[in-house]
């Protein structure tokens, strides 16, 4: 894949407590910007109580962002896109420290946004059949937003709690300004459509989590549920602001 | 004593509260202000004992006085919403100082490597 010069990339990990799969994430991305050179890896750190951040010193290369609180998903990967904005990165892409994003797909990311097809690209496990089983009941979740989504957006999301997104220099000057802070997955997708931004989706392998504990245990699943519901439909009545 | 005059005794006691708090800089005057608009209706209303008996019998309550606790009920929840929104407002003014201050901690890191790079070479 070739890169015209002017096109810079942006990878955003966002990263707390994870010391355990952060160096193997960190390793898999540095193989892939020997490749591509225009790829530029930045972690936000936040707030970790363990290693993370020394850890991720040992990559000269790495951006580290270290937050000095944890501020929640949403907030440290806007600290991402601020970055990104500031630094007039034309591509951000979302990937998760926890290994279950591969970074062989990261090209199909891109690739969309580069010819213009999307405005933001979704890495989804379920638009072609792919390995992740992945449980019953978050499968069902899945399913659940799925039905929300279309209702409200007219549009398909086959994977809409899917982190692994990439974003063109339009998109990441919204989140810059605004990023959902609760569960920005999911909300993000509404608030696009109200700004009238296109979203695609793309076929990618997901691993199952190596390290780490999931944000969404299986005993929180339903009150989890519960409160992304409303998140979803605040964020559609949710004056937009204009920037 | 009634339980008028009781009521009025307690909301002006805290009406002073509430006054001495500015004075000595503990609560922000803008923060003040709702309180002090509480104070000033609940306690004219436990005066005005009128007042209070034909709201009652209009809204068909036995117990005048016990106007005065849905009164006082109505002003804590406003109370207690505009504390919840001032939160938020803090919440998402922490988020932003806190984004900031590690961007910039990330430039001033770059700055030093570069210089300490410089001053090697």
């Known amino acids: 894949m070739k890169f015209p010069a002017d096109q810079n990339i942006l990878i955003i990990v966002p990263a707390y407590n994870e010391e355990k ?10 193989e892939i910007k020997e490749e591509l050179p225009v790829i530029d890896v930045c972690v936000i750190n936040d707030g970790s109580k363990d290693n993370t951040s020394k850890i991720v010193k040992q990559y000269p290369d790495v951006i580290l962002i270290d937050l000095p609180l944890n501020l929640g998903i ?46 933001m690209v979704i890495g989804s496990r379920f638009v072609q059949k792919t390995s992740y089983k992945g449980s019953l009941a978050r499968r069902i979740g899945i399913y659940y937003f799925y039905l929300i989504l279309k209702a409200l957006t007219k549009q398909s999301f086959t994977d809409p709690t899917s982190g692994y997104r990439a974003k ?40 199952d989590r190596q390290e780490g504990e999931s944000s969404i245990t299986p005993l929180k699943t339903i009150y989890y549920m519960g409160k992304v519901t409303l998140a979803i439909f605040m964020q559609k009545i949710v004056r937009s602001k204009t920037i | 004593m009634s339980i008028t005059l009781v009521s009025f005794f307690i909301i002006f006691f805290f009406f002073l509260i509430v006054i001495e708090s500015v004075r000595r800089g503990i609560l922000e005057t803008k923060y003040s202000i709702l309180w002090i608009i509480v104070c000033i209706v609940l306690g004219v209303m436990s005066l005005a004992t009128d007042f209070l008996e034909q709201m009652a019998y209009l809204l068909g ?18 109370l207690i919403f505009d504390l919840t929104r001032r939160i938020s407002n803090l919440n998402s003014r922490l988020i932003a100082l806190t984004q900031e201050y590690a961007l910039f901690r990330e430039e001033s890191n770059k700055e030093m490597t570069k210089q300490e790079k410089e001053n090697e070479q």
């Open chain 1, 21 to 30: 799969s952060i160096s193997s994430t960190l390793s898999q991305l540095s």
């Open chain 2, 61 to 78: 309550v036995v117990y005048a006085p016990s106007l005065l606790f849905l009164f006082g009920l109505i002003a804590s929840l406003i």
């Open chain 1, 74 to 119: 949403g907030g440290a990967v806007q600290t991402g896109y601020k970055y990104a904005h500031r630094h007039g990165y034309s591509i951000a892409i979302q990937f998760d420290a926890d290994g279950q994003h591969s970074a062989e797909d990261l090209t199909k990311l891109i690739q969309p946004i580069m010819d213009g097809e999307a405005d």
């Open chain 1, 168 to 207: 063109n220099a339009n998109v990441i000057k919204l989140f810059a300004n605004h990023y959902p802070k609760d569960y920005p997955e999911p909300e993000v997708l509404i608030q696009l459509y109200k700004k009238g931004f296109k979203s695609k989706e793309v076929t990618v392998n997901m691993n």
